[in-house]
């Protein structure tokens, strides 16, 4: 179904299901109705089954909704952004964001304050969201809610990299300068992005426009930026002031990659502080802190080499389905929305030509998952009380911490026939591989195994799956060491050819233990796990990884050739 469609259905279905009684939501859902209505070619039927609140907050912030590969690079022209074809979700989301403003002259006088990241890694996402954010003041319905009372819209600009720039200051009822100052300025070199420190300066600026009776207004800040900010501490006082004074926040931006900063940076989970360019934009991670526990995937699915292919799901490049911690705070807090920003499935592009982040690769969940998985959007200091209650969730938090769990180098697999003394150096240099790669797993294994007397106190889905995961896969490749070194060691003890005709033992991956029977509790622990998040998580990139796991036998097995 057509994201059009579907917010035809979520907001009329919305005050239902939800009890709206925020005034400013109320008539957001009454804007986007009207327009949906008007550009709807026939009636939608609606399913008898409605789909709960949080399925419908989803699909309203355009989760669902793609973008299509035309129009990502800056063409030349009249100034910056002029030139260049909004892509589809950029489209979308500035819609969201008209509606929201619509709604809020339908209550009272307003102000919107444009915050706009000038950074070169933001040109993709802001030359596609300009154009269309400067379209929404040639709306007929906008500009008669604008012209109905002397400046009953005003407009701020702002432009922002490691400082703030006021573009249009003071606010302006002028609806054309405002359309030219969204324009009006050029990227710059920063590769830093004080985006919290921008927002703090716009408070401290307008904040009067909502606070003083004199004046006082309806007040929106729209946020366009790639980035999750390089200042997110600042985000605590802030999320407190938006939420006490009733100021939505919206932001257009990419979504945060599972549990990563970066997952083209050479460690993905940590921010260089070296950096003073923008060759490693900073997308997230989706949580205060990351969750994600980091273990190699082999190339399973079809060989591929991770760069297209009809089908093909990246599993190591994961699409959290929400924005930057911060930023999804500061939005939410607020009562406004994130709306995330994202290309087509399965489609590679590149700009200026370089991969990015996202660009179509990318495991996502299925367009209804996300809502129950949703972070606790806390301060810090309540994020610690939180992981101090739940051993499991603290071992989850740690094992996040270590090091990215890699096996190196590939096991001997075929063993010819030799005397003793050669025989036995071959073995015991096949067993290397098991002495090298066993206590990093053992080490990460205890970590999380040390939680699991907790696991069944975890109430989080979100935590209850990547708990379970983490110890599925750890579990098994746990179990494929310690059974690989356990067969090697049997076939040092007896290596006589069951057929005289043989010359060479050959081990293969099966699903089959022959040694000791702990090898397979510990295998068939793993898979429960695995299928635990399959059965109970559906349509979440955990359990697509969960299958590809499984999808890889835990054991071994002996043939002679």
Known sequence: MKFLSWVVICV??????????????????????????????????????????????IISRAYGSTRSASGVGLGSGTGNYTSHSPGASEEAAIKKVGAAIRAS?????????????????????????????????????????????????LTAVIAFDDKADFVLDPPSADLAQAQASLDRFPPSTSGRESTFAAVKQALGKYLLYRTDAARRREVLFVILTD?????????????DTVKRNALPVYCVGSPAPWGQVNPMAADPKKIDPAKTDDSEPNY????????????????????DSGRGGEGYVNLEFVDSGFGPYALERLCRASGGQFL?????????????????????????????????????????????????????????AAAAMMPR????????RQFAKANEAQM????????????????????????????????????????????????????????????????????KRDHTFANESSSAWVIESADVYETESSIKKLAERAKMYLQRVIAEHPGTPWAKIAEAELSSPMGWTWKEI
């Open 340 to 396: 995330a920003i994202r290309p087509d499935s399965h489609t590679d592009y590149g700009f200026q030509g370089g991969s990015f982040w996202p660009n179509g690769s990318e495991l996502r969940f299925e367009s209804e998952s996300p809502a129950k998985y949703a972070p606790d959007y806390v301060s810090a200091e309540e994020h610690r009380k939180l992981l101090a209650e739940n051993k499991a969730h603290q071992a989850l």
């Open 424 to 491: 036995k150096r071959t073995l015991d240099k096949a067993q290397q591989y098991a002495a090298k790669n066993a206590p990093v797993i053992d080490n990460l294994y205890n970590v999380l195994a040390n939680g699991e007397g907790d696991r069944t106190k975890l109430t989080s889905p979100r935590l209850q799956a990547q708990f379970d995961l983490a110890m599925g896969r750890v579990a098994a490749a746990k179990a494929r060491i310690d059974g690989y070194n356990s067969m090697i060691a049997a076939l």
């Open 12 to 57: 009329v279905a919305l005050p239902l299901l939800a009890g709206c009684e925020d005034p400013l939501q109320q008539a957001i859902s009454e804007q986007v109705a009207k327009s949906a209505t008007k550009q709807a070619s026939k009636p939608v039927a609606t399913k008898s089954k409605k789909p709960p609140p949080e399925a419908v907050e």
């Open 405 to 412: 769990l890699r096996i190196t180098d590939q096991p001997d």
């Open 284 to 303: 997230g991670p989706e949580t205060i802190q990351s969750e994600r526990v980091d273990i190699e995937m082999p190339a399973i699915l079809n060989n």
């Open 105 to 153: 002259l339908d209550l009272g006088p307003t102000l919107v304050v444009w915050l706009v990241d000038r950074t070169p890694s933001a040109q993709r996402l802001v030359g596609s969201a300009v154009p269309a954010a400067k379209a929404l003041y040639d709306d007929p319905d906008l500009k008669q809610l604008a012209s109905s009372a002397p400046e009953q819209l």
């Open 227 to 239: 980035e999750a900010g390089d200042d997110a501490s600042l985000v605590d006082e802030l999320a």
